[in-house]
């Protein structure tokens, strides 16, 4: 039995993804930073806002196709940055997510840090993508990043501003997972619980960072060298000048990601960026921090219609979608949702997920009486 077709919403796609990756990689992917409050806060912060429906609306026919990016797309939601992809579906890796979001015309985010190259994930499908970028120390490498980047024909750039050092992710200490996965006593057995992925990542070369070929080749029994040459390459004093500088080198549209605050919103776009991603790196950084969509209506309201907004964190369900671009944003970009359809079913998976936020937004724009992404607006949403 296709167990894929017998999932019927993203819940579902997480307990079978569950059953296909080894523990440690779920719960990498699953996990969140500290005691997880702000994991949690992202789904549950939702539940806060209500949809309010128009009656009496000819909804006969919809469009849920919008401009996001600079790009034409046909859906509000898009497939957010997650690296080393290779773990979660070892065979196929970045090239799952950016062909499937390529049949569904919608955006697929490289990561700096995906298994696959940039050239690789840029030939894998015709679709727009966006690449992310995280601030590295050594100049003329990231020089040679966005050259590559404009070259491979990404459309636009992400710079992703809240990883200076990783988030403190005591779920990942605890199953003895490292990144790359490392075969160690403690989690030796949870791998080999899982033998066709097993064969797969090692079959794969799957620790290898596309974009980095030149670190240190790594091997499931030894990934420290690769670690610390890794850990070497974040720029911890990045400052706005440094964004700024990047914005004006790109020359295209420019979004920040990992803005928290109206004030950074504001400086994002004194600073030239053409959007902001409201993001807390799905509660993987700092815990305690706010839900990025209880914010969406403030930055609204500072930075006025000519700057995009788009929303990450939390988003598991098409509703979600709707209380975003109701509450102001422009758009939403999905981690684990779309990433537990990579786990539980390669690119099938991928679009699975796809395919299952594709309908209850459709839905959800159906009941609420919106014919177009333009008819959502605060009249449609209610803060308890
Ligand atoms: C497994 C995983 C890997 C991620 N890797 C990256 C990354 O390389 N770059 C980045 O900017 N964000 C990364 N993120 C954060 C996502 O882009 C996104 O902000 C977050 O997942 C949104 O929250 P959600 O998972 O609740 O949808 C990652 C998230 C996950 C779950």
Redesign the pocket.
């Known amino acids: 039995m296709n167990r894929l077709k017998s999932c019927i919403n993203i819940d579902d796609l997480g307990r079978l993804a569950a059953k296909k990756v080894p523990f440690p990689v779920n719960n990498?992917?699953e996990g969140g930073a500290d005691d997880e409050v702000t994991?949690k806060q992202?789904?549950h912060s939702f539940n806060r806002y209500q949809i309010v429906p128009k009656a009496l609306q000819d909804v006969s026919r919809i469009s849920t196709a919008t401009r996001v990016m600079g790009c034409e797309i046909a859906l509000p939601f898009y497939i957010?940055?997650?690296?080393?992809s290779g773990m979660?579906c070892p065979q196929d890796a970045e090239l799952a997510g950016v062909r499937a979001a390529a049949k569904f015309d919608t955006l697929y985010?490289a990561?700096?840090?995906s298994n696959r190259s940039l050239e690789e994930i840029a030939q894998a499908s015709a679709g727009d993508k966006l690449f992310?970028v995280?601030v590295l120390n050594d100049k003329t490498l990231a020089q040679q990043l966005n050259q590559r980047a404009k070259q491979a024909g990404f459309k636009a750039m992400?710079l992703?501003v809240d990883?200076i050092v990783g988030g403190n992710r005591e779920r990942d200490a605890r199953s003895g997972l490292s990144i790359p996965p490392r075969l160690t006593v403690k989690s030796a057995m949870q791998y080999m619980m899982r033998p066709r992925w097993l064969i797969h990542y090692l079959l794969s070369d799957g620790a290898r960072l596309g974009n980095f070929p030149h670190l240190p080749k790594v091997s499931m029994t030894d990934s420290q060298a690769f670690v610390i040459a890794m850990g070497k390459l974040f720029k911890k004093d990045l400052t706005w000048a440094d964004a700024e500088a990047m914005i004006q080198n790109w020359g295209g549209p420019f979004a920040i990601?990992?803005i928290m605050s109206v004030e950074d919103a504001l400086r994002a776009q004194q600073a030239g960026a053409s959007a902001v991603?409201l993001?807390n790196?799905?509660?993987?950084q700092l815990d305690g921090c706010p839900a990025p969509i209880d914010l969406v209506a403030e930055v609204r309201a500072a930075v006025g219609d000519q700057m995009e907004i788009i929303v990450?964190?939390?988003?598991r369900r098409g509703t979600d979608i709707f209380k975003a671009l109701a509450l102001g944003a422009n758009a939403c970009?999905?981690?684990?949702?779309y990433?537990r359809g990579l786990s539980a079913g390669g690119q099938e998976g991928v679009e699975k997920a796809l395919s299952i936020l594709k309908a209850e937004f459709e839905r959800c724009m159906i009941l609420a009486g919106c014919s177009s992404i333009d008819q959502i607006n605060a009249s449609h949403i209610r803060r308890l």
Request: hydrophobic residues 30%.
């Open positions: 990498y992917v994991l992202n789904c957010s940055a997650t690296g080393f979660m985010t990561s700096t840090f992310q995280y992400v992703t990883t990601k990992g991603i993001s790196h799905g509660g993987r990450d964190g939390g988003i970009s999905l981690g684990r949702a990433v």
